[in-house]
Protein backbone atom coordinates (compact mmCIF):
# COMPACT_ATOMS: atom_id res chain seq x y z
CA UNK A 1 0.00 0.00 0.00
CA UNK A 2 3.14 1.87 0.58
CA UNK A 3 3.47 2.92 -3.48
CA UNK A 4 -0.02 4.74 -3.63
CA UNK A 5 1.27 7.17 -0.90
CA UNK A 6 2.45 10.59 -1.29
CA UNK A 7 4.20 12.82 1.24
CA UNK A 8 3.01 16.27 1.17
CA UNK A 9 5.34 18.80 3.56
CA UNK A 10 2.80 21.59 4.59
CA UNK A 11 2.70 25.35 3.01
CA UNK A 12 0.40 27.98 3.80
CA UNK A 13 -2.85 28.17 6.21
CA UNK A 14 -5.15 25.45 3.87
CA UNK A 15 -2.23 23.09 4.14
CA UNK A 16 -2.22 23.50 7.84
CA UNK A 17 -5.88 23.35 8.19
CA UNK A 18 -6.00 19.76 6.50
CA UNK A 19 -2.55 18.89 8.96
CA UNK A 20 -4.87 19.53 11.80
CA UNK A 21 -8.42 17.63 10.48
CA UNK A 22 -6.23 14.03 9.68
CA UNK A 23 -7.16 12.69 12.75
CA UNK A 24 -11.04 13.50 11.93
CA UNK A 25 -11.42 10.19 10.02
CA UNK A 26 -9.10 8.39 12.37
CA UNK A 27 -10.90 8.73 15.38
CA UNK A 28 -14.55 8.40 14.08
CA UNK A 29 -15.25 4.96 15.78
CA UNK A 30 -13.33 6.36 19.31
CA UNK A 31 -15.22 7.52 21.70
CA UNK A 32 -12.74 8.95 23.67
CA UNK A 33 -10.84 10.62 21.35
CA UNK A 34 -11.61 14.58 21.26
CA UNK A 35 -11.43 16.90 18.80
CA UNK A 36 -8.97 19.51 19.67
CA UNK A 37 -10.30 23.53 18.42
CA UNK A 38 -9.12 23.94 15.10
CA UNK A 39 -8.25 27.83 16.80
CA UNK A 40 -6.08 26.80 19.58
CA UNK A 41 -4.01 23.91 16.75
CA UNK A 42 -3.35 26.95 15.06
CA UNK A 43 -2.47 28.82 17.60
CA UNK A 44 0.04 26.22 18.62
CA UNK A 45 1.40 25.17 15.30
CA UNK A 46 1.85 28.76 13.65
CA UNK A 47 4.57 32.08 15.33
CA UNK A 48 1.90 32.50 18.23
CA UNK A 49 3.29 29.77 19.62
CA UNK A 50 6.22 31.24 21.29
CA UNK A 51 8.24 27.85 20.47
CA UNK A 52 9.20 29.61 16.79
CA UNK A 53 11.77 31.79 18.62
CA UNK A 54 13.91 29.33 19.50
CA UNK A 55 12.57 26.09 17.09
CA UNK A 56 11.92 25.66 13.71
CA UNK A 57 9.44 22.89 12.34
CA UNK A 58 8.27 20.96 9.33
CA UNK A 59 4.71 19.22 8.62
CA UNK A 60 4.11 16.80 6.48
CA UNK A 61 0.80 14.67 5.22
CA UNK A 62 0.48 11.33 4.06
CA UNK A 63 -2.05 11.32 0.91
CA UNK A 64 -3.27 8.58 -0.60
CA UNK A 65 -4.93 9.95 -3.96
CA UNK A 66 -6.86 12.61 -2.20
CA UNK A 67 -7.61 11.38 0.90
CA UNK A 68 -5.12 11.92 3.79
CA UNK A 69 -4.03 8.93 5.70
CA UNK A 70 -1.27 10.25 8.35
CA UNK A 71 0.55 13.04 9.76
CA UNK A 72 4.11 13.89 11.21
CA UNK A 73 5.93 16.96 12.01
CA UNK A 74 9.83 17.25 12.13
CA UNK A 75 11.37 19.68 14.68
CA UNK A 76 14.46 21.47 15.98
CA UNK A 77 14.39 22.85 19.52
CA UNK A 78 17.39 25.25 20.16
CA UNK A 79 17.29 24.60 23.63
CA UNK A 80 16.59 21.29 23.32
CA UNK A 81 20.16 20.90 21.41
CA UNK A 82 21.98 22.88 24.57
CA UNK A 83 20.45 21.02 27.44
CA UNK A 84 20.14 17.41 25.69
CA UNK A 85 21.93 16.41 22.99
CA UNK A 86 23.37 18.72 20.17
CA UNK A 87 22.29 16.48 17.57
CA UNK A 88 18.66 15.53 18.45
CA UNK A 89 15.60 16.59 16.61
CA UNK A 90 12.30 15.43 17.28
CA UNK A 91 9.27 14.49 15.94
CA UNK A 92 5.68 15.20 17.00
CA UNK A 93 2.16 15.14 16.05
CA UNK A 94 1.90 11.43 14.98
CA UNK A 95 -1.13 10.24 13.17
CA UNK A 96 -1.69 7.43 10.52
CA UNK A 97 -4.01 4.70 9.32
CA UNK A 98 -2.68 0.98 10.14
CA UNK A 99 -0.31 0.57 7.87
CA UNK A 100 3.21 0.62 8.28
CA UNK A 101 4.51 1.32 4.72
CA UNK A 102 2.48 4.62 5.28
CA UNK A 103 3.69 5.10 8.87
CA UNK A 104 7.66 4.34 7.52
CA UNK A 105 6.89 7.41 4.75
CA UNK A 106 6.23 9.53 7.45
CA UNK A 107 9.02 9.00 9.38
CA UNK A 108 11.23 8.79 6.65
CA UNK A 109 10.28 12.26 5.52
CA UNK A 110 10.45 13.75 8.79
CA UNK A 111 14.05 11.62 9.12
CA UNK A 112 15.06 13.42 6.20
CA UNK A 113 14.36 16.74 7.11
CA UNK A 114 15.86 16.59 10.37
CA UNK A 115 19.05 15.13 8.69
CA UNK A 116 18.96 18.26 6.42
CA UNK A 117 19.51 20.37 9.76
CA UNK A 118 22.32 18.56 11.00
CA UNK A 119 20.36 15.75 13.44
CA UNK A 120 21.36 12.20 14.03
CA UNK A 121 18.86 11.09 16.40
CA UNK A 122 15.61 11.71 16.29
CA UNK A 123 13.21 11.57 19.68
CA UNK A 124 9.33 11.87 20.15
CA UNK A 125 6.41 12.37 19.95
CA UNK A 126 6.68 15.82 21.33
CA UNK A 127 3.88 18.50 19.95
CA UNK A 128 6.19 20.42 20.03
CA UNK A 129 8.30 20.48 23.34
CA UNK A 130 9.05 18.37 26.50
CA UNK A 131 6.83 21.76 27.65
CA UNK A 132 3.98 20.72 25.64
CA UNK A 133 1.59 17.81 25.04
CA UNK A 134 4.55 14.70 24.96
CA UNK A 135 4.86 11.15 25.11
CA UNK A 136 2.47 8.47 23.09
CA UNK A 137 -0.32 7.00 24.60
CA UNK A 138 0.49 3.48 25.15
CA UNK A 139 -1.63 2.45 28.14
CA UNK A 140 -5.00 3.75 28.98
CA UNK A 141 -6.81 3.98 25.70
CA UNK A 142 -10.19 3.39 27.69
CA UNK A 143 -10.89 7.39 29.21
CA UNK A 144 -10.35 10.02 26.86
CA UNK A 145 -7.48 12.41 27.38
CA UNK A 146 -7.63 15.70 29.87
CA UNK A 147 -6.70 18.85 29.06
CA UNK A 148 -3.01 19.04 27.42
CA UNK A 149 -2.43 15.40 27.42
CA UNK A 150 -2.39 13.47 24.41
CA UNK A 151 -4.79 10.41 23.10
CA UNK A 152 -3.89 7.71 20.46
CA UNK A 153 -4.87 4.56 18.77
CA UNK A 154 -3.60 1.36 20.06
CA UNK A 155 -1.67 0.29 16.91
CA UNK A 156 0.47 3.37 17.05
CA UNK A 157 3.22 1.85 19.37
CA UNK A 158 3.90 -1.23 16.23
CA UNK A 159 4.48 1.73 13.87
CA UNK A 160 6.81 3.23 16.12
CA UNK A 161 8.94 -0.23 16.34
CA UNK A 162 8.47 -0.98 12.91
CA UNK A 163 9.67 2.17 11.73
CA UNK A 164 12.71 1.37 13.82
CA UNK A 165 12.03 3.76 17.27
CA UNK A 166 12.44 2.18 20.73
CA UNK A 167 11.57 3.08 24.37
CA UNK A 168 13.85 6.14 25.76
CA UNK A 169 11.28 6.99 28.78
CA UNK A 170 8.25 5.79 29.86
CA UNK A 171 5.66 9.07 31.84
CA UNK A 172 2.63 8.08 34.14
CA UNK A 173 -0.67 10.20 34.48
CA UNK A 174 -2.46 9.40 37.77
CA UNK A 175 -6.33 9.17 38.77
CA UNK A 176 -7.74 10.63 42.03
CA UNK A 177 -10.94 10.19 43.31
CA UNK A 178 -11.07 13.59 45.05
CA UNK A 179 -14.40 12.64 46.94
CA UNK A 180 -12.66 10.48 48.96
CA UNK A 181 -10.23 11.56 51.89
CA UNK A 182 -6.77 10.98 52.45
CA UNK A 183 -5.31 8.24 54.39
CA UNK A 184 -4.95 9.31 57.98
CA UNK A 185 -0.94 8.67 57.79
CA UNK A 186 -1.33 11.24 55.18
CA UNK A 187 -3.32 13.88 56.93
CA UNK A 188 -0.85 13.61 59.90
CA UNK A 189 1.91 15.10 56.68
CA UNK A 190 -0.23 17.74 56.69
CA UNK A 191 -1.29 18.32 60.38
CA UNK A 192 2.47 18.45 60.48
CA UNK A 193 3.21 21.10 57.76
CA UNK A 194 0.66 23.38 59.10
CA UNK A 195 2.21 23.43 63.13
CA UNK A 196 5.66 24.00 61.06
CA UNK A 197 6.14 28.01 61.63
CA UNK A 198 8.70 27.70 58.70
CA UNK A 199 5.84 26.92 56.63
CA UNK A 200 3.42 29.11 55.34
CA UNK A 201 0.68 28.00 52.47
CA UNK A 202 -1.71 30.31 50.28
CA UNK A 203 -4.54 30.52 47.25
CA UNK A 204 -3.01 32.14 44.40
CA UNK A 205 -3.10 35.91 44.70
CA UNK A 206 -5.16 36.85 41.29
CA UNK A 207 -4.73 40.16 41.90
CA UNK A 208 -1.05 40.17 40.97
CA UNK A 209 -1.65 37.41 38.75
CA UNK A 210 1.17 37.81 36.96
CA UNK A 211 4.30 38.27 39.01
CA UNK A 212 2.46 34.91 40.69
CA UNK A 213 2.64 32.74 37.62
CA UNK A 214 6.03 34.24 36.95
CA UNK A 215 6.93 33.02 40.28
CA UNK A 216 5.31 29.56 39.74
CA UNK A 217 7.44 29.19 36.39
CA UNK A 218 10.66 30.44 38.36
CA UNK A 219 10.00 27.72 41.23
CA UNK A 220 8.86 25.07 38.19
CA UNK A 221 12.33 25.54 36.50
CA UNK A 222 14.68 25.17 39.92
CA UNK A 223 12.00 22.04 40.55
CA UNK A 224 12.89 20.48 37.16
CA UNK A 225 16.12 21.13 36.30
CA UNK A 226 18.14 17.99 35.77
CA UNK A 227 15.61 15.70 35.55
CA UNK A 228 15.24 13.89 32.23
CA UNK A 229 13.76 15.50 29.39
CA UNK A 230 14.18 19.06 31.21
CA UNK A 231 13.81 22.08 28.84
CA UNK A 232 13.09 25.56 31.15
CA UNK A 233 10.24 27.56 30.44
CA UNK A 234 11.82 30.66 28.58
CA UNK A 235 10.03 34.36 29.34
CA UNK A 236 8.27 34.18 26.54
CA UNK A 237 6.81 30.91 27.26
CA UNK A 238 6.05 31.97 30.81
CA UNK A 239 4.02 34.61 29.58
CA UNK A 240 2.22 33.23 27.10
CA UNK A 241 1.92 30.14 28.87
CA UNK A 242 -0.14 32.42 31.95
CA UNK A 243 -2.19 34.17 29.15
CA UNK A 244 -3.76 30.90 27.88
CA UNK A 245 -4.38 29.55 31.56
CA UNK A 246 -5.84 33.00 32.68
CA UNK A 247 -9.50 32.51 31.76
CA UNK A 248 -9.26 28.70 33.57
CA UNK A 249 -6.89 29.56 36.49
CA UNK A 250 -9.35 30.00 40.12
CA UNK A 251 -7.00 31.01 43.52
CA UNK A 252 -8.49 28.04 45.15
CA UNK A 253 -7.14 25.98 42.61
CA UNK A 254 -3.33 27.09 42.85
CA UNK A 255 -1.26 26.76 45.87
CA UNK A 256 2.00 28.81 46.88
CA UNK A 257 3.99 27.69 50.13
CA UNK A 258 7.01 29.47 51.50
CA UNK A 259 9.39 28.43 54.14
CA UNK A 260 10.94 30.76 55.60
CA UNK A 261 9.96 33.19 53.62
CA UNK A 262 11.29 32.28 50.57
CA UNK A 263 8.58 31.20 48.13
CA UNK A 264 9.41 27.48 47.73
CA UNK A 265 6.60 25.42 46.23
CA UNK A 266 3.58 25.83 43.77
CA UNK A 267 0.53 23.18 42.57
CA UNK A 268 -1.69 24.28 39.95
CA UNK A 269 -5.07 22.18 39.04
CA UNK A 270 -7.01 23.41 35.94
CA UNK A 271 -10.38 22.48 35.18
CA UNK A 272 -10.79 19.52 32.17
CA UNK A 273 -11.46 21.47 29.11
CA UNK A 274 -11.31 18.98 27.31
CA UNK A 275 -14.64 17.32 28.67
CA UNK A 276 -16.60 21.29 27.76
CA UNK A 277 -15.62 21.02 24.23
CA UNK A 278 -16.32 16.80 23.34
CA UNK A 279 -19.42 18.25 21.90
CA UNK A 280 -17.91 21.27 20.15
CA UNK A 281 -16.11 18.89 16.80
CA UNK A 282 -13.35 21.50 16.96
CA UNK A 283 -15.13 24.55 16.37
CA UNK A 284 -15.27 27.30 18.71
CA UNK A 285 -17.00 30.11 16.57
CA UNK A 286 -19.95 31.42 16.52
CA UNK A 287 -21.87 29.82 19.33
CA UNK A 288 -19.44 27.40 21.21
CA UNK A 289 -17.08 29.83 22.51
CA UNK A 290 -20.24 31.47 24.51
CA UNK A 291 -21.03 27.39 26.08
CA UNK A 292 -17.61 27.04 27.37
CA UNK A 293 -18.09 30.51 28.91
CA UNK A 294 -20.84 29.37 30.64
CA UNK A 295 -19.19 25.76 31.18
CA UNK A 296 -16.01 27.69 32.32
CA UNK A 297 -17.62 30.21 34.69
CA UNK A 298 -21.07 28.92 35.85
CA UNK A 299 -21.15 25.13 35.86
CA UNK A 300 -17.87 23.54 38.12
CA UNK A 301 -15.96 21.25 36.52
CA UNK A 302 -15.97 18.01 37.68
CA UNK A 303 -12.73 17.04 36.46
CA UNK A 304 -9.72 18.84 36.92
CA UNK A 305 -5.82 18.12 36.01
CA UNK A 306 -2.73 19.23 38.12
CA UNK A 307 -0.62 19.94 35.09
CA UNK A 308 2.07 21.86 37.04
CA UNK A 309 4.04 21.17 41.00
CA UNK A 310 7.18 21.57 42.01
CA UNK A 311 9.30 22.22 45.05
CA UNK A 312 12.57 23.79 44.78
CA UNK A 313 15.64 21.40 44.63
CA UNK A 314 17.38 22.37 48.49
CA UNK A 315 13.81 21.43 49.69
CA UNK A 316 13.29 18.10 47.82
CA UNK A 317 13.83 14.48 49.86
CA UNK A 318 13.50 16.91 53.14
CA UNK A 319 10.81 16.40 55.55
CA UNK A 320 9.78 20.18 54.84
CA UNK A 321 9.26 19.52 51.10
CA UNK A 322 6.75 16.54 51.79
CA UNK A 323 5.03 18.38 54.22
CA UNK A 324 3.99 20.79 51.22
CA UNK A 325 3.57 18.42 48.49
CA UNK A 326 0.99 16.70 50.98
CA UNK A 327 -0.54 20.16 52.09
CA UNK A 328 -1.11 21.54 48.04
CA UNK A 329 -2.95 18.55 47.50
CA UNK A 330 -4.94 18.07 50.19
CA UNK A 331 -5.94 21.39 50.46
CA UNK A 332 -6.81 21.60 46.64
CA UNK A 333 -8.63 18.75 47.29
CA UNK A 334 -10.65 19.80 49.79
CA UNK A 335 -11.76 23.41 47.80
CA UNK A 336 -12.36 21.55 44.44
CA UNK A 337 -14.60 18.40 46.56
CA UNK A 338 -16.30 21.32 47.96
CA UNK A 339 -17.53 22.99 45.12
CA UNK A 340 -19.01 20.03 43.09
CA UNK A 341 -15.38 18.32 41.66
CA UNK A 342 -15.16 14.88 41.43
CA UNK A 343 -12.08 13.05 39.90
CA UNK A 344 -8.41 14.82 39.33
CA UNK A 345 -5.31 13.69 37.16
CA UNK A 346 -1.82 14.58 38.29
CA UNK A 347 0.44 14.34 35.43
CA UNK A 348 2.59 13.90 33.79
CA UNK A 349 5.42 11.96 36.48
CA UNK A 350 8.84 10.45 34.77
CA UNK A 351 8.84 6.71 35.64
CA UNK A 352 12.05 7.03 37.88
CA UNK A 353 10.48 9.86 39.81
CA UNK A 354 10.84 6.97 42.75
CA UNK A 355 9.70 9.78 45.70
CA UNK A 356 6.55 11.51 43.23
CA UNK A 357 5.48 7.78 41.96
CA UNK A 358 5.13 7.05 45.81
CA UNK A 359 3.61 10.12 46.94
CA UNK A 360 1.03 9.45 44.55
CA UNK A 361 0.49 5.80 45.37
CA UNK A 362 0.55 6.95 48.92
CA UNK A 363 -2.63 9.53 48.27
CA UNK A 364 -4.15 6.66 46.87
CA UNK A 365 -4.03 7.58 43.33
CA UNK A 366 -4.68 4.97 40.28
CA UNK A 367 -1.96 4.88 37.90
CA UNK A 368 -3.94 4.68 35.03
CA UNK A 369 -2.32 5.90 31.34
CA UNK A 370 1.07 5.50 30.45
CA UNK A 371 3.12 8.04 27.94
CA UNK A 372 6.13 7.06 26.06
CA UNK A 373 8.10 8.48 24.22
CA UNK A 374 10.98 7.06 21.74
CA UNK A 375 14.44 7.18 20.54
CA UNK A 376 15.92 6.17 16.85
CA UNK A 377 19.52 6.81 15.38
CA UNK A 378 18.71 8.45 11.86
Not at 2 to 15: C, E, L, T
Request: hydrophobic share 40%.
Amino acid sequence: MANDIRIHPVSGKQDLKAFIHVPDALYADDPNWIQPLEVERMGVLTDKNPYFLRGQAQYFIAYRGDQAVGRISAQVDQLALEYIDPRMGHIGFFECEDDTGTAKALFEAAGGWLKSKGMTKSRGPFSLSVNEECGLLVKGFDTPPMIMMGHALPYYEKLYKAAGYRKAKDMFAYFLNISKGLDEKILRFVAMGQRNKSIEIRDADLNNYDAELKEFFSIFNDAWAGNWGFIPFTDEEARHAAKEMKPVVAAHRCRICSYKGEKVAFMIALPDTNDMIKDFKGKLYPFNIFKLLWRIKIKYPERVRVPLMGVRRHLQGTMAGACMVFMMIETIRVEVCRRGGKVGELSWILEDNDAMNKILADIGCLKYKTYRVFDKAI
